[in-house]
């Protein structure tokens, strides 16, 4: 990702014109380019495809939308998640849903899932910090290439899932637990599901 000149933006203006664009999110009223590439939405597509039988096997309330915004309440960020999962009864409480596919409460949402791209600042700071602070429960972030740094997936780096979750009464995340290779992905919403860090790395080669 890398972010563009412009001058900064309100989240109105961001929708009005680059709302419908799959390459911008909004951080602070900065128009990030996310340049994905194809092994990047290779990864994506695997994770959703994934998640989606285990909603369909669960008979859950629950859908992954096509295309779907996370504003943090009185900012000017409008994330752009690769993998949303969202209730749909907590759905209707939202205030912007109606008019644009725009989440702004936690509760709306089951689970974020994030491939790590060139700006992996991003994934591992911001939205750990505004994720936790809006009240996602669960959040992957999904680093197939291992480009995040060393205080994030260690060293020697190498490709690595975190998986950060939110415990009862906390509004922050603590350590995320790490996933690698044949390690079974260990998830609080979806408690059965069969999947290895090395499953989902394998989609974007």
Not at 35 to 48: D, I, M, N, R, S
Not at 56 to 73: E, G, H, Y
Not at 145 to 159: A, C, E, F, T, V
Request: hydrophobic share 40%; charged share 25%; with cysteine.
């Amino acid at each position: 990702m890398t972010q563009s000149a412009l001058k900064l933006l309100t989240f109105d203006e961001f929708i009005a014109r680059f709302g419908d664009n799959e390459r911008y999110e909004l951080i602070d009223g900065e128009l990030t380019d996310m340049e994905p590439t194809g092994p990047h939405e290779e990864v994506a597509a695997f994770a959703l495809r994934k998640v989606n039988v285990e909603i369909d096997r669960l008979n859950a309330r629950w859908f992954t939308p096509a295309r779907c915004l996370i504003k943090p309440l009185g900012t000017a960020t409008a994330f752009r998640p690769d993998v949303v999962v969202l209730d749909k009864a907590e759905v209707a409480k939202e205030p912007l849903w109606q008019d644009e596919p725009v989440i702004t409460l936690g509760t709306s949402i089951k689970l974020v899932v994030e491939v790590v791209s060139t700006n992996w600042q991003n994934d591992y700071a911001r939205k750990v910090e505004d994720y936790s602070t809006i009240g996602i429960q669960e959040y992957w972030v999904v680093d197939y290439l291992g480009l995040g740094g060393r205080d994030y997936i260690g060293s020697p780096k190498q490709p690595t899932i975190s998986v950060y979750q939110l415990m009862a009464g906390q509004n922050r995340y603590p350590k995320p637990t790490q996933f690698r290779g044949s390690d079974r992905i260990l998830s609080a919403t979806f408690p059965e599901l069969v999947l290895t860090a090395e499953q989902i790395f394998a989609s974007g080669r």
